[in-house]
């Protein structure tokens, strides 16, 4: 909590509740904070929820045709993502192979926040919830990995991630951003450092302190402290099973002889190129 934005002359006695330290929590956010919260929040809306009207269609022809089809539909979420951050100052005024470094091995792990709209899709998916479109998707993935595991698992993380924010899409797109400006979200011991690492780091922490405040301005410091570190673990299962998803399909990629029909930004991403 920034105290320079408190009043020097308020003082909490023993006894005092925490409605009144609730109250001096609202100082936290100035008039231009809560236009960069409404800014990020809006265009997180509309970059992904146009999105996911525009979806390229599924090829369940044979499981190469799957497996390409999938990267194409993934190649979309990636612009979507690029476009997203594309609007912060913070992105763009760094230099570009900063940018590039954290396109290539910080986006994929995004993919499951990305995915808020599809919340209530994959939420049934998990409960087995027998659709004519749960059924597509299911084969889709079949053909594409040889099972649905990937799949739920996929599911699971998503809407363990969704419901850690309480489905407020001001604090997933202000998550984006702080993961974006994470220096070693991939756990990739070849990615290689940053030019200006200090003004990455000073994004992070003004987006992270953002959140703080937004959320403690909602819902109180306490509540707060116990959201914040549920988010954790659940970035560090991000951390862990983006890792693994991406090993797997580097995998398939090779198996199925696929490399040369990948959608290219999702070469990138996988970092097969």
């Avoid at 940018?99 to 899709?121: C, D, G």
């Avoid at 489905?167 to 030019?195: N, R, W």
């Avoid at 937004?214 to 570190?229: D, L």
Wanted: glycine content about 2%; charged content about 25%; aromatic content about 12%.
């Amino acid at each position: 909590m920034d105290m320079d934005k408190v009043d020097d002359s308020i003082v909490l006695h023993e006894g005092d509740d925490l409605n009144q330290m609730e109250d001096i929590s609202l100082n936290t956010l100035s008039i231009e904070d809560w236009v960069v919260i409404e800014n990020v929040r809006s265009s997180f809306l509309s970059d992904f929820q146009d999105g996911i009207k525009h979806c390229s269609p599924l090829d369940l022809s044979d499981a190469a045709s799957a497996f390409i089809s999938w990267s194409k539909v993934s190649s979309e979420k990636v612009l979507c993502l690029i476009n997203f951050f594309r609007q912060l100052d913070e992105f763009e005024s760094l230099n570009d192979e900063d940018r590039f470094i954290l396109i290539k091995y910080n986006l994929y792990p995004l993919f499951p926040i990305s995915k808020y709209f599809h919340y209530n899709e994959l939420k049934n998916s998990i409960s087995d919830e027998k659709t004519e479109e749960g059924n597509k998707h299911c084969q889709f993935y079949m053909l594409c990995f040889g099972s649905d595991d990937i799949r739920k698992a996929f599911c699971y993380l998503v809407v363990s991630l969704v419901e850690a924010t309480e489905k407020d899409p001001t604090i997933l797109s202000l998550l984006l951003i702080i993961l974006l400006f994470s220096q070693g979200l991939s756990m990739s011991g070849d990615e290689p450092p940053l030019k200006d690492s200090l003004t990455v780091n000073r994004a992070q922490s003004y987006y992270t302190q953002i959140l703080w405040n937004y959320m403690v301005n909602k819902q109180g410091e306490t509540k707060t402290w116990k959201q914040f570190t549920q988010l954790l673990r659940q970035i560090f299962r991000l951390q862990s099973e983006s890792k693994r998803y991406r090993e797997f399909f580097r995998d398939q990629i090779t198996t199925l002889n696929t490399m040369d029909k990948i959608a290219p930004l999702m070469q990138t991403v996988l970092r097969i190129s």
